[in-house]
């Protein structure tokens, strides 16, 4: 994997495609009206002492992990302020959650220069073991977190357990998902982008009302707006339980920088009146190697590969800092150009090497955008259509809808992957996806046009849904599975590679990896405005080992 900047501590014995203020179809009597503020019930207040935004962890390797806390040492030490001295913050790490064992312990400085974020990467530590660990300054202890090593490479490994995660935005609900995956025993949390939204109170919300309005109180676009809104969303306890009981394995989509993000620009950025495009990509960027548990640093590289002994091994892609800007409808063919990439020449490369090395059965791929084709059924509605446009951010070319923010919009690049799964024989390779607000399970077709004849597969793809973001019931303003169930139904019998489709819910997903095949299970929330909300599963779905397939499945692997 590529390494982080930052070097090791040795363990010690002791929008969617425009903003949007209001719904289509259903909801077209708001449109122009100003988005409400709710008036249901506001987050808790913000915690003091010098801790208040939690702790967490991330990247787990089998002899060590990454800490991740930020520090508020005087009150004047704001997030984004630039103020405040610079401290010596203490951390500890044990075999158990009293602190009896504890098995390694340093200190680390930090400052305004880093927002007085924390990270610690700390070696030596047992593989395939519970750990807990904890920081302190200035006589405060922190929260306790519970993070976990991977397992050696080349153990043996009977089952893994992932949470994965994407698309929650503060405005437009609570993050009830977080606090039902904390409850989950999980090895880790896969979180595939859109961490946080960039939008300012009223561009993007839930429906017609802003459940909870994002600080600061417009778009960001400077290193301090971004600093702010990274600070914002770990206030939310759901998020900061969640962190403490698993690490997280991250990567961005776009919204972590602007909507539609690629190599020099972004469709939700005006160059001039909002700066300028690298300058504030590199805020983005710099913003976020301070604010999460990741092993990247400004400058180095976010995609990266993880092991979990024999079992299985997780590359994480960047589909966003290397792609071509994303196809016109003025320019008929730019989706099927050979010279158009969404993964950059470097990435795909190390992606095509990963996918055939020899070593852990499961090739899993966190892969922020879908790659399986989708084509759009021409028996839809004006209105459905326009959802769907809305939610997928569609473009029109020569009169066919292609999605191509996705990997539809990079045909090249996508024939590249499955010639090369097809081609050396590669199984058990399973994408796993976020950022389209949607739950599929599908096939990856060797070829789209003979699968309905042969079903030849090469790989499948499993999406999660959005935590809060806004799914299509949401922009036909209609209740949850009524006016959807049919732009499904037509959806899965114009693809039918697509086993299972979810236009509605929020909520997560959890998965299990067992050397038998892999399942997703897909939990809804049953009201994301409500910071109490339940939660119940709606289905599962299993790739068997050796069978490149998805299907239905109720029973445990």
């Known amino acids: 994997m590529h390494a982080s900047q930052i070097p090791p501590v040795t363990a010690q014995p002791t929008r969617r495609a425009v903003v949007r203020t209001g719904a289509l179809a259903g909801a077209a009597a708001l449109a122009g009206a100003a988005p409400l503020i709710s008036p249901g019930p506001r987050p808790a207040a913000a915690a003091t002492g010098p801790f208040r935004h939690g702790v967490a962890s991330g990247d787990p390797l089998p002899d060590g992990i990454l800490l991740w806390t930020r520090v508020t040492p005087t009150e004047d030490a704001a997030p984004g302020s630039g103020l405040g001295a610079d401290v010596t913050v203490s951390w500890t790490v044990a075999l158990d959650p009293g602190f009896t064992r504890v098995v390694a312990r340093g200190t680390v400085r930090t400052g305004a220069d880093r927002d007085h974020t924390v990270k610690v990467p700390v070696a030596g530590l047992a593989p395939a073991t519970d750990h807990w660990f904890r920081f302190g300054l200035q006589g405060a202890v922190s929260p306790a977190g519970r993070t976990r090593t991977a397992p050696a490479a080349g153990a043996a490994v009977e089952h893994l357990r ?20 904390s409850r989950e025993r ?169 996918l055939t090395e020899q070593g852990p059965q499961w090739k899993l791929v966190g892969n922020p955008v879908m790659i399986a084709p989708v084509r759009f059924p021409s028996t839809l509605s004006t209105a459905e259509l326009a959802g769907m446009h809305e939610l997928l951010g569609t473009t029109t070319i020569d009169g066919v809808p292609y999605n191509v923010d996705q990997w539809d919009g990079y045909v090249a690049d996508r024939t590249t992957v499955v010639r090369h799964l097809r081609d050396h024989a590669v199984k058990d390779t399973v994408f796993l996806t976020g950022d389209i607000h949607s739950a599929w399970a599908c096939d990856l077709p060797a070829d789209p046009l003979t699968y309905p004849v042969t079903g030849d597969s090469v790989a499948t793809e499993l999406v999660c849904t959005s935590v809060t973001s806004d799914n299509l019931d949401d922009i036909l303003g209609v209740p949850p599975r009524t006016g959807s169930l049919a732009v499904e139904a037509a959806m899965k019998a114009a693809n039918p590679h697509v086993r299972y ?44 080992a050796g069978t490149q397939r998805v299907r239905s499945t109720g029973g445990v692997l």
């Open 186 to 354: 999980l090895d880790a949390v896969l979180h595939l982008g859109d961490y946080l939204y960039e939008y300012g109170p009223g561009e993007y919300q839930a429906r017609d009302v802003v459940v909870r309005p994002h600080e600061p109180a417009r778009e960001m676009t400077t290193l301090a707006d971004y600093r702010v809104r990274h600070a914002q969303y770990k206030t939310d306890p759901d998020l900061q339980a969640l962190h403490a009981a698993a690490p997280f394995i991250v990567t961005w989509d776009d919204h972590e920088s602007a909507n539609d993000a690629y190599d020099d620009g972004a469709e939700n950025h005006t160059e001039g009146t909002e700066g300028s495009w690298p300058q504030r990509r590199a805020w983005a960027q710099r913003a976020y190697a301070e604010w999460m548990p990741v092993r990247y640093e400004p400058g180095g590289e976010l995609y990266r590969r993880l092991g979990f002994g024999t079992l299985a091994s997780l590359s994480m892609l960047d589909l966003r800092t290397y792609r071509d800007r994303q196809a016109s409808s003025q320019l008929a063919g730019e989706v099927d150009d050979p010279d158009r990439s969404i993964t950059g020449a470097a990435q795909m490369d190390w992606l095509l090497a990963g």
């Open 162 to 181: 992932f949470g994965v995660v994407s698309c929650a935005n503060w405005q437009a609900g609570h993050f009830s998902a977080y606090r039902h995956l």
């Open 501 to 544: 489709l979810d236009f509605d819910s929020h909520g997560y997903s959890v998965l299990d990896v067992t050397p038998s095949g892999v399942r997703m299970d897909f939990h809804r929330l049953a009201e994301r405005t409500s910071p109490g909300s339940g939660a119940s599963r709606t289905a599962s779905y299993t790739v068997a």
